[in-house]
């Protein structure tokens, strides 16, 4: 959800489209670069509450599956494929993404905040068994008190 509402949302800041596939009608292709955002995509609190917003995450999110997949390059050969792989979620083949990281990215999603954030423990798109081990390290420098906290680095929260 958290992806896909800020994905959707972020077209001004955004480097790259949104896009997501839907198992509807034959498969529906979405992409929302044309999707504007009628106020300050930076001002968190237009969408959320005060403490839903910022570092670090309740321990137990998980992991977000953003492509269900049976093989590990995420090219199943046909829609029937995809269809088996989303009756055995968990798939260790699947791609995912950490969960701070999916917060962030789905608005940060440039090349070079891409390294940032695997440089520090996040992953983006990587398979589910490749991903075990991480630990995402962001909250030392953009939780409560560091360096670049999320809840003062927007600046129109401090408006
Ligand atoms: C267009 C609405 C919208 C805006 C604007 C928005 N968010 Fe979100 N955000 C959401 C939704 C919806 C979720 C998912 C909530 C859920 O899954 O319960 C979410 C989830 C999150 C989460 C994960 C929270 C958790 O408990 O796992 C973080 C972190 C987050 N947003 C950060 C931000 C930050 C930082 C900003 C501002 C720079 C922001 N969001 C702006 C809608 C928005
Ligand atoms: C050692 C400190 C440090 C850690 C750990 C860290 N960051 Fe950062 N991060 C920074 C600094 C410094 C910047 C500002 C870079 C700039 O302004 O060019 C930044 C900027 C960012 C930005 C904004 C990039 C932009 O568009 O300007 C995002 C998003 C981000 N970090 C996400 C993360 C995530 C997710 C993690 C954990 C996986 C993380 N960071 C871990 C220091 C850190
Ligand atoms: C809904 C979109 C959105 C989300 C989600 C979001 N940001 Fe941002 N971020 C922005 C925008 C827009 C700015 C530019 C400053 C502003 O307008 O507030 C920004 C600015 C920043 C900056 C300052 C960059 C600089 O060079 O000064 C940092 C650091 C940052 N974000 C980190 C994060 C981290 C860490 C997360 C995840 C917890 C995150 N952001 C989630 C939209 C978002």
Do not use: F, K, M, R
């Given at each position: 959800m958290k992806e896909m509402i800020h994905g959707i949302h972020a077209s001004s800041i955004r480097t790259t489209d949104y896009e997501h596939v839907r198992d509807r009608s034959g498969g529906l292709y979405y992409n929302w670069s044309e999707v504007t955002f009628?106020?300050?995509?930076?001002?968190?609190?237009v969408c959320h509450d005060e403490n839903?917003?910022?570092?670090?995450?309740?321990?137990?999110v998980l992991m977000t599956t953003n492509r269900t997949t049976g093989v590990a390059n995420g090219q199943d050969a046909t829609t029937a494929a995809v269809r088996d792989a989303r009756k055995t979620v968990?798939?260790?083949?699947d791609w995912v993404i950490t969960p701070a990281t999916g917060a962030c990215y789905s608005c940060h999603d440039s090349a070079d905040n891409v390294a940032h954030m695997e440089a520090l423990g996040g992953a983006i798109d990587k398979n589910r068994s490749d991903v075990l081990g991480y630990v995402e390290?962001?909250?030392?420098?953009?939780?409560?008190?560091?360096?670049?906290?999320v809840g003062e680095v927007h600046t129109a929260l401090n408006e």
């Open positions: 009628p106020n300050d995509i930076g001002n968190c609190l839903t917003y910022d570092l670090p995450l309740a321990e137990n968990p798939n260790a083949t390290n962001c909250v030392a420098c953009h939780g409560p008190g560091s360096i670049l906290p």
